[in-house]
Structure formats: C-alpha cells, structure tokens
C-alpha cells in the first residue's frame, strides 16, 4: 500500500518540498493519463523536475521577468475595466460569469492576442471544454485502467484508448489554431507569449507544444478567477474590512479616475486584502502532489518521520494558511493580520497559495490580476447582501464560507445571489 503524508506546517513543507526537492519533486503516476491522455508527457512531465520541465520554466521566467517590468500592465487594466462596465451595465448580477470572463481574456490576450470581451466567444468556449474534458479524464477514476493496470494489455479499440484519442485530436487541433494565430494569423504583429515559445531563434528552439499545457494552467489552476469568487463572499460575510480599503483608495486615487498599476506601492490595505484573499479561501485546497524518489528521514517538533520511496506527499494548503500558530481568528477575513502597527505590510510574507518548487510559474501574472480587480471593485463598487429570498424555501438566502459550501451546486446558488 502507498504511503500517503500530509503536511500542515509551511516551514516543514519548505523543507521537504524545495530544500530536498532532489527526492520530492516528482508526482504520482497515474497510467491512464501516463499511457492515454498525455503520453507525450506535454502536461504532466512539465510538472516535474528534468529537461521538458528546465525547458519550459526558462521560457515562462523571462516572460514573467517582462510581467515584473510592466509590459502587460496595460492589458490587465484594460480588462478590469472592461469588467466594470460589464457590471455596471447589468446591475452586476452576472458577475460571477463576468470574473471567469476576465481571468481567461487576460491569459488568452497575453498568450495568444486573443481578447475575449463577452465570454461567449467560441474560440473561449472550445478552449474551455477542452480544458474541463482534460481534467474529467486526469481524475483517478476517469478510467478503469487506473484501479486495474493489467486491462490495458488487452488490444484494440477500448473505450478509454478512443476518448482519449478524440481528446488529443480536439486539443491539438485547437492549440495549433491558437499558435498560427499568434504566429502568422490577426495576432501575429502582437507581443504574445506564444510567438516567444514558437520562436526558433532562441537556445530552446521552437517549443510551441509547451503552450498548450501554459494555458491550460494559466486558466484551469483559475487562481485569479477563483480568488475573486471568494473576494465577493468575504465582501459579503465580513464587510466592516470595506470602508477602511474605501478610504485608502479615495485618498490615493481620488474620484476623477480608476487605480492604476502605478498606486499600487501606495496602498498597503488593498495589497493586505489580496493576501488575506489568497490566504482565507486557497483555490487549490488540498495542493498538488508530490512523489519522493527515494526514502528519507524528516524532522518535526522533535521527532524523526520516515518517508520511504514511492509516498505521496500532499502540502495541504487549507491546513498551511488556517494554521492557529501563524493566524489568529483564521477562518475570518481579516486584511489587517498583514499589516504592522504603523499600516505597513509586514515583512517576511510567505504564502503556500501557489505551490512550492515546481509552483505555478504565472504568480506574478496571477497576483497582479487578482490586485487590479480587487482595487477597481472596491473603487466602483459597494457590495451587500441579495434581498432576494431563497426559491427553495422563501427565507432570506444564507450565506455559507464553510468548506462543504465550496463545491458544485452550492457554490453556484451562492453566486447567483451575490450582487453588488
């Protein structure tokens, strides 16, 4: 039986998943999508320490190396604005659809120049449902072959073989439009992420086959996207937070315009409220797996804790950032636990929200979206409760921030009742 570690400390967690990443920084096989869905390993090796991986981080560090110096400053604004008149227009009552819409426009504009202004477009839309067929059939349960290994010696045309390959056509087929686009197509005079990949004037060569898995994570990890949902439901839950952000944004940005990338060093509470947005409710809960190569001894609280080859490990991100020793009051949305007595941020900040060694290498993409639709919001906007009653029982709808909420059709009726 495999061994299966969970952690909930983020100083241990530092200590197997990046000071000894030498032994932890591969992930679990699972053969279905080994031998099926991603036999080329595009996703999945990309996650792992060795040369696809080498590859594709050089790739994306000097695209982040430009995000830093502000080169797609302009395009998030843009896009966050487009919001505001896209929830201004309706009353604000698609605003759930309206965050999902501008966490992808903003990765696809960058990638591949496609802007995505409805959310109904069908180039958005085919990249969605690929994205979610991807990850229907990444589920240990996605196949048969998972539980029994040994079914998969049998020839011919199975129905896992064929849903699989009609996945891969679909996928290729899509990425390849998106990089010719990008490329040679409408897009190609634009500074997109993917003519940087599919340039073959560069050491790496020509490495448009790493887009696809770019994107996917960009979009499906849905950190920004996500992060704001539950941004609307803190609003929602603990608004005594709000008037303080309101006061610090009128200050500094005033009435005749919206915030700019270039307030951002002068306001600490709003930087605070993407923390403590990151921190409250973690998009990715459980965090990703990670498989030791080899067996080793770590040491916690005194105690020794053998790992031997082959365990899962599993820095459990909820557990990290809810952690009574770090948090205080954990579970309640506090901005201010970021900030010091004299309202400055405290220095020292650390958050597992994005992973450890082999993280997500969009952070500062991902953290500067979630910063310019936080502080556009809070400027245009103030957010209250629905008045609207619950249609299945006719009371006042509740609000629920538990864990359990966080799922499916729960969520979903949380989102069709929050408005501004």
């Known amino acids: 039986m495999q061994p299966v570690f969970l952690i909930g400390d983020i100083r241990l967690a530092k200590e197997i998943l990046e000071k000894r990443s030498a032994k932890f920084s591969s992930r679990p096989t699972v053969p279905y999508i080994r031998y099926h869905v991603d036999p080329a390993q595009v996703y999945w090796a990309v996650l792992e320490q060795g040369e696809t991986n080498f590859i594709a981080r050089r790739l994306t560090a000097g695209l982040m190396a430009g995000v830093r110096a502000g080169k797609t400053e302009l395009l998030q604004q843009f896009e966050a604005l487009l919001t ?22 903003m990765v696809l504009a960058a990638a591949f120049g496609l802007h995505c202004p409805t959310g109904q477009e ?17 589920s240990p349960f996605a196949s048969i072959i998972n539980v029994l290994p040994v079914l998969d010696l049998v020839p011919g045309p199975m129905p896992w073989r064929k849903r699989a390959q009609t996945h891969r056509k679909r996928d290729g087929a899509l990425y390849d439009k998106l990089i010719s686009r990008a490329v040679s197509g409408e897009a190609s005079g634009m500074n997109t992420w993917a003519a940087v990949f599919a340039s073959e004037d560069k050491p ?7 887009m696809n898995q770019f994107t996917m994570a960009a979009i499906e990890t849905a950190c920004t996207a996500v992060s704001m949902h539950n941004f609307i439901l803190a609003c929602i839950l603990y608004p005594k937070w709000i008037p303080r952000a309101q006061r610090e944004i009128d200050t500094i940005v005033g009435e005749d315009r919206l915030p700019s990338f270039q307030d951002r060093s002068r306001l600490p509470y709003v930087e605070a409220i993407v923390r403590e947005t990151l921190r409250w409710r973690p998009a990715a809960r459980l965090g990703a797996p990670h498989q030791s190569t ?16 082959g365990s899962v490990i599993f820095a459990v991100t909820w557990a990290i950032e809810h952690k009574q020793e770090r948090f205080q009051n954990h579970d309640m949305f506090q901005p201010e636990r970021f900030l010091d007595d004299t309202n400055h941020l405290k220095a020292g900040y650390e958050t597992s929200a994005f992973g ?11 953290e500067r979206a979630l910063w310019i639709n936080i502080a556009m919001i809070l400027w245009t906007f103030n957010i209250r409760k629905s008045d609207e009653p619950d249609l299945t029982t006719g009371l006042p709808f509740q609000y629920d921030d538990s864990d359990l909420a966080f799922n499916g059709e729960a969520r979903n009726e949380i989102a069709r009742r929050l408005y501004h």
């Open 84 to 105: 505001m008149a896209h929830l201004l227009d309706d009353g604000g009552k698609n605003w759930f659809n309206q965050m999902d819409r501008v966490s992808a426009s």
């Open 122 to 138: 069908p180039e958005l839309q085919e990249i969605i449902a690929c994205i979610a067929e991807f990850v229907r059939l990444c």
């Open 204 to 210: 790496e060569g020509d490495q448009r086959r790493l």
């Open 294 to 309: 080899a067996d080793d001894v770590v040491e916690y609280k005194g105690k020794e804790y053998f790992i031997p080859k």
């Open 356 to 366: 450890y060694i082999t993280a997500c290498p969009g952070i500062p993409f991902a």
